[in-house]
């Protein structure tokens, strides 16, 4: 039975285990399992073998495998893809491997949370705060501008219509009788025209008020 996956995110890990030989070559006919993955800042060389030779490249990400002798080597992520993607029993280790660190890693991470080792309560206290703070900024927004004008900015939201109309009006002067007499009387025609199209505004503040009413 395959042990347990393990995540590498330094070379000296690798390199102090005993099974580990950085002049060991591996390949497909020699594959026998992984010992885990690695992800590094620094740069390792592969040690695949391939049909033109060892492969020597430098990389950060692989995988360390085992070969049927038992001796551990270097996979590179690219020599990983090109080379090992064909063999049944790579891709079955890798599938596992990858299972395995991801299944752990959310468990510590949940762990983390329930005992404390996150500070939860302080984080979600420290929204609730900043949530606060920024529902009276853009309260204090909002009131600053007319009655009319979040009138049209909330229909434009619902609508999804932002279209700004205005009514144009044209003066218009008339002379009628009255009395016998001739009275010059003024009086405006209103037309509506479109002068643009507002950019949509997202609904920030119905949002934060549906998160944290207060």
Sequence with gaps: MAEKAIYFSSYNEIE????FNSEQEISPDN?????GMYRFDENVICQVRTKKGI????HKNGWLGI???GVEALIG???ASEYFKADNSFRLEKKRVESEIERRLAVEKLRGYIFGEKDYPNEVACLRTNLISARKILDCFYKSFPNSVLRFIDDAQRNQNWIINVDVGTE?????KKDGEEEVITFYEWTPDTIGRLKPIIPTRDILMSLLPI
Excluded: Y
């Design 172 to 176: 218009i002067q008339r002379t009628i």
């Design 31 to 35: 594959f026998k399992s992984l010992v």
């Design 67 to 69: 070969t049927n002798d």
């Design 55 to 58: 492969c020597h490249q430098k």
């Design 77 to 79: 992520g690219h020599c």
């Design 16 to 19: 102090k285990r005993a099974s």
